[in-house]
């Protein structure tokens, strides 16, 4: 547009401001500036922006005080401000209508609580726009919350719901959907009878229905209580109703009733197994990712809520060709973000648990989309493709056969790692956790490129990262050689791994106690980086198994010291000093409790760490042996031949064993 058009348009719009903000424009004038401006603005996102620039939304909202006030000292009648209420109330409703900077400006300018007021006026028209404004504000994610706890508030929504207006009901269904966080506030609302109306709005119009619908899955969702409830409603024909409603012809509804249908079932194991509902479901949501609009950007989404951790229903999509039809959407691109990162999330859901879905995904080349994903604008794109990564890189078959070793792939993660955004940075290590074990080019692409970095986040003051980035060092030192593990710990150092052993968070300490266990495995000359800077790493490990109670912990500090106990005869020595040093009192009494422990991992460690300490060529060995006797290891482990565990068993046979020799050569 010419900028003469577009300074005249903008000089018209500050005129029409300026004279609906003075107190001298008769309400005539005013009622026909607003009838203007509501005209200019609906459906034009540009005109919409450019009156808020002019900071129209407060002088709307100013307008609407007056009437309320007008309420209040009892004109409440008056045609003039009725018709006015009722254009203002629409032109919030449009700033409101789809636009989040919108809704922002309407909330800041205490537009609600004036609305709200007027829900309640004795004129139908001036309810009917008011409940429309305010459906547009409680379809927004930036929507004051509405505390259903307090009495009055729940009797204020229970006459929303159970007015004869349409639109006020549907508001009334709208702020369910936006502000019921808990269970507390679940249960209030069934208590207050909110279920039963929400089931009888299934009986009403589309809008209803469509409201009704996305409340109850809000209501019911992880809470068996109401969902039973809800299928007693009319001695089950709710569910049956809803059933029918995936076949319904409004895009909208069938996705709403899918959507709900899947709250039940993942709430409710025991209801829905019928496998041509679970069929239906997956078809229709297929059908529904064709949809152009708003409907096909939100189906992929609920289509993971369906088959996420469930192997069952992702053989059924499996056999529905969901990866096919999902791989052709992204060869069709391009979308907007949302649907782009829903397809992906919905990929790495059908990837997340069976083989022959990674492998289907393989053969239509799903790495290609994956590539260009990583470099979205969208950090939600970006976050999504790494975690289809991660689930395609869990098939060790096609990680053996170098499927991630193109630097299509690999070098764009390693850039991810210094991504603005953490939720990419934490998709990405999850990503890279799987891509370094055996990765036969990770000396050249992770340890040049991605070591440092991975370094640099295992000190991020995000837990996530921290855990996720040790994680990824840990898988990257398994099974490598000595000098693979001398740059990551001359990259890392020891008082920063002995540091992440004494993380607040066990998720890190558990991690880096593996990152250990790795390094110290392998040949024999592994053991020596914990004797390193006077075996400041070696005490701090044997500090953590006895002031810990994380099992997790437990476990991978006890198959640190197991693999020392490995080693010659100062490492077993050494070994032995952390799990008994010389004050035997409270130690002793921890080590029976790992033999004791009700986790048979943390079991097995402890006999297999025996196992190595009283190994029979040791020259130390008798020695050991008699240490634990007199700590009452012996005994214990006595009682241990009949292990409900297998593994236990088996590790026990082979340190009796070596306790038998160990006396033998006693003896001698």
């Keep these: 547009m010419p900028s003469s058009a577009s300074s005249s348009r903008q000089n018209h719009a500050e005129q029409l401001i300026a004279r609906l903000n003075s107190v001298e424009t008769p309400p005539e004038s005013k009622l026909q500036d607003l009838r203007n401006m509501k005209n200019q603005i609906i459906g034009s996102r540009t005109k919409k922006l450019d009156y808020l620039s002019l900071g129209a939304v407060p002088?709307?909202?100013?307008?609407?005080?007056?009437?309320?006030?007008?309420?209040?000292?009892?004109?409440?009648?008056?045609?003039?401000?009725?018709?006015?209420?009722?254009?203002?109330?629409?032109?919030?409703?449009?700033?409101?209508?789809?636009?989040?900077?919108?809704?922002?400006?309407?909330?800041?300018a205490g537009a609600c609580a004036f609305l709200m007021i007027l829900i309640t006026h004795q004129n139908e028209k001036v309810v009917d726009a008011v409940a429309r404004s305010l459906k547009w504000i409680y379809q927004s994610k930036l929507a004051p919350k509405f505390y259903f706890l307090e009495e009055k508030n729940m009797e204020f929504l229970l006459s929303l719901l159970n007015s004869k207006n349409e639109n006020v009901s549907c508001l009334g269904a709208n702020i369910i959907t936006r502000s019921c966080q808990t269970r507390m506030e679940q249960q209030a609302l069934s208590g207050a009878g909110v279920i039963t109306k929400l089931a009888s709005l299934l009986d009403g119009s589309l809008s209803q229905r469509e409201a009704s619908l996305e409340s109850l899955s809000v209501v019911m969702k992880k809470n068996p209580e109401i969902i039973t409830k809800f299928l007693g409603y009319q001695n089950g024909g709710a569910v049956n109703f809803l059933t029918e409603l995936i076949k319904d012809k409004h895009p909208r509804t069938r996705l709403l009733a899918c959507a709900c249908l899947i709250v039940i079932r993942n709430s409710c194991t025991t209801y829905l197994q019928d496998s041509r509902i679970k069929t239906g479901l997956v078809q229709t949501l297929l059908e529904l990712l064709e949809d152009p609009d708003q409907v096909g950007d939100d189906a992929p989404f609920v289509l993971s809520s369906l088959i996420a951790d469930k192997e069952d229903l992702q053989m059924i999509a499996f056999e529905c060709q969901v990866i096919e039809k999902l791989c052709n959407y992204l060869e069709a691109g391009p979308f907007q973000a949302k649907r782009l990162q829903g397809i992906f999330l919905a990929l790495a859901d059908m990837c997340s648990e069976l083989e022959c879905c990674r492998d289907r995904a393989f053969s239509l080349e799903a790495l290609i989309y994956i590539k260009d994903a990583l470099k979205h604008d969208s950090a939600d794109v970006r976050t999504a493709a790494c975690i289809f990564l991660r689930n395609l890189s869990r098939s060790v078959k096609n990680m053996s056969a170098g499927h991630f070793t193109n630097a299509n792939i690999t070098s764009p993660m390693v850039q991810l790692l210094c991504d603005s955004c953490p939720s990419v940075q934490i998709a990405a290590l999850g990503a890279i956790c799987n891509m370094v074990i055996d990765f036969t080019a990770r000396e050249s692409i992770f340890m040049q490129g991605g070591l440092k970095q991975?370094?640099?986040?295992?000190?991020?003051?995000?837990?996530?990262?921290?855990?996720?980035?040790?994680?990824?060092?840990?898988?990257?030192?398994?099974?490598?050689?000595?000098?693979?593990?001398?740059?990551?710990?001359?990259?890392?150092?020891?008082?920063?791994?002995?540091?992440?052993?004494?993380?607040?968070?066990?998720?890190?300490?558990?991690?880096?106690?593996?990152?250990?266990?790795?390094?110290?495995?392998?040949?024999?000359?592994?053991?020596?980086?914990?004797?390193?800077?006077?075996?400041?790493?070696?005490?701090?490990?044997?500090?953590?198994?006895?002031?810990?109670?994380?099992?997790?912990?437990?476990?991978?500090?006890?198959?640190?010291?197991?693999?020392?106990?490995?080693?010659?005869?100062?490492?077993?020595?050494?070994?032995?000093?952390?799990?008994?040093?010389?004050?035997?009192?409270?130690?002793?009494?921890?080590?029976?409790?790992?033999?004791?422990?009700?986790?048979?991992?943390?079991?097995?460690?402890?006999?297999?760490?025996?196992?190595?300490?009283?190994?029979?060529?040791?020259?130390?060995?008798?020695?050991?042996?008699?240490?634990?006797?007199?700590?009452?290891?012996?005994?214990?482990?006595?009682?241990?031949?009949?292990?409900?565990?297998?593994?236990?068993?088996?590790?026990?046979?082979?340190?009796?064993?070596?306790?038998?020799?160990?006396?033998?050569?006693?003896?001698?």
Excluded at 504 to 509: F, L, N
Excluded at 528 to 557: M, N, P, R
Excluded at 588 to 608: E, G, H, M, N, P
Aim: proline share 3%; hydrophobic share 45%.
């Design 454 to 668: 991975l370094v640099q986040l295992s000190k991020s003051m995000v837990s996530a990262i921290r855990v996720n980035a040790i994680w990824a060092l840990r898988n990257l030192a398994f099974l490598v050689n000595n000098r693979c593990k001398e740059e990551i710990l001359l990259e890392l150092t020891m008082p920063t791994l002995t540091s992440l052993i004494c993380d607040p968070e066990t998720s890190v300490q558990e991690q880096a106690l593996a990152l250990v266990r790795n390094l110290v495995d392998g040949p024999s000359d592994s053991v020596k980086y914990v004797f390193d800077e006077a075996g400041l790493l070696l005490d701090a490990i044997g500090k953590k198994l006895h002031s810990t109670v994380k099992i997790e912990v437990l476990i991978q500090g006890m198959y640190v010291l197991s693999n020392i106990a490995s080693g010659n005869e100062i490492e077993k020595e050494a070994a032995m000093n952390q799990l008994f040093p010389q004050c035997w009192n409270n130690t002793q009494t921890s080590f029976i409790k790992f033999l004791q422990s009700t986790d048979s991992r943390l079991r097995i460690a402890a006999v297999w760490a025996l196992v190595n300490l009283t190994f029979p060529n040791s020259p130390g060995a008798c020695r050991r042996v008699i240490k634990l006797l007199n700590a009452g290891i012996i005994s214990q482990l006595k009682t241990m031949v009949n292990d409900p565990c297998l593994d236990v068993k088996t590790k026990n046979d082979k340190r009796e064993m070596c306790l038998n020799l160990s006396t033998q050569t006693t003896t001698k």
């Design 59 to 108: 002088c709307i909202v100013s307008i609407l005080s007056i009437v309320v006030a007008s309420m209040h000292s009892g004109g409440g009648g008056d045609e003039l401000l009725e018709l006015i209420a009722i254009q203002a109330a629409a032109i919030i409703g449009s700033f409101a209508c789809r636009l989040e900077s919108g809704v922002e400006a309407v909330l800041e």
